[in-house]
Each structure stands twice: as C-alpha cells, then as structure tokens.
C-alpha cells in the first residue's frame, strides 16, 4: 500500500449534484498530503441508451404535458452538470489552495473507476446515485470505516484510514477482518467514507457500494 506525500488523489463522479461531499473531503486529502486534484466526471451511457427509446418521454413539471425526450436532451445535460462541476472545483480548489484537474468519460461509475491509471494510488469513487441508497451524506465527513487483516499491510491502511479521519475531523472505526469484505457487508455499513485496499475490490462490488469509498494502493 502506498499513501505517502506527493503524487495524484484521484475522485470519481457521476452525479453533480452529489458532488460536494466527495469533492470537500477529496480536496482535504490532497491538501494534506500535498498531492495534486484529478476529478474523473463519468456521464452515463445508461442514460443515453434509455433516452433514445422511442417510448421515453419527459414531464417539464406537474401541470406541463408529457414531451418526447431525446439523446440532444441528455447531451444539452451534461453540458450543463460539467459547467456546475467547474464552479464546484473551484470553490474546493479555492478552499484547499488546489488547481483541480478535470476529466470527462462516458460509461459506468463502477467500471471507470476500475479504469483510473497507476498514477493514482488514492481513488476516492462517490456512492452511485442510481441506487436506492441511505440518504446522501453531509458535505462534512463525521465517521471513516476501514477493513483490514493483522498483516503489516492491514495494519498500515488502519494507520492511514486513521490519518484520513484527523484530517477530515470524522471519528475512525476499524473492522479487523481476515476474509475479503463482501458487497452486502459494506451496503449495511454505517460510515460516510469506507476505506479498502484498491486490489481486494472489484467492479461488482463497486456498483453495489452505497457510500463513497476511498480505495488505497494499485490496483493488483
């Protein structure tokens, strides 16, 4: 596992409007650990694909009458959630005295954050708002969770995980483990921020996750 100063945090999106949260305590990590910003928007191809049914339709508001909606719909969308994700980048990086970078990518949350290149040992993926999930959390982060096994890596990703907790101002809790962590374990665990080593989790269980997950290492 490495986690040390320098290097890239890399957070990734799919849902602007549940951007803040992952984005504050993605900046506050960067800044602590002196790293650059990369922020990875993913635009759903799911909802390309739905939008150019010929059945599918949209309703303006309640009294509007229901419209043909189109794949130019989505698009002129997009457009629109990239421009609000700049001005929310630049209030983080305004915070934290960051330069974040941006990228654009068309697909699944679960699988472009499986994509995110070495250069990244920190991937912080924000829960998927096409879930029925808990509510979304506070933009502050208030409890860090972290599985890991008695070895010398376990223990080091429980030291960090405790770190990113001080530097968050959340409350750690530490699940030691000797088994991999299942999907279902971590859709009932009760912590803003989960924290697992980047090679133990898969896509199936990235598209399951319910909160936003820090993943620490390479992945294997």
Known sequence: MTAAAGGRITVVLDDVAAAPAPLAWSSALARALQRELQVVYVERTAV??????????????????WMPFSEADIERGYRLQVARLQELMRQAGQQQALRPSLQIVRGALHRAAMDVDGQSDLVLVGASTLLPAAAAPQQRCRSVRVWCDDSEQGLQLAEFAARCAQWLGATPQVVHSEAPVDALELQRAQADLLVLPRAAVSARVLAAAR?????????G
Request: proline share 4%.
């Open 211 to 219: 909160r936003s997950m820090l993943l620490v290492g390479r992945r």
């Open 48 to 65: 390309l694909a739905a939008a150019a049914l010929p059945i599918t339709q949209a309703l303006a508001h309640a009294a509007a009458a």
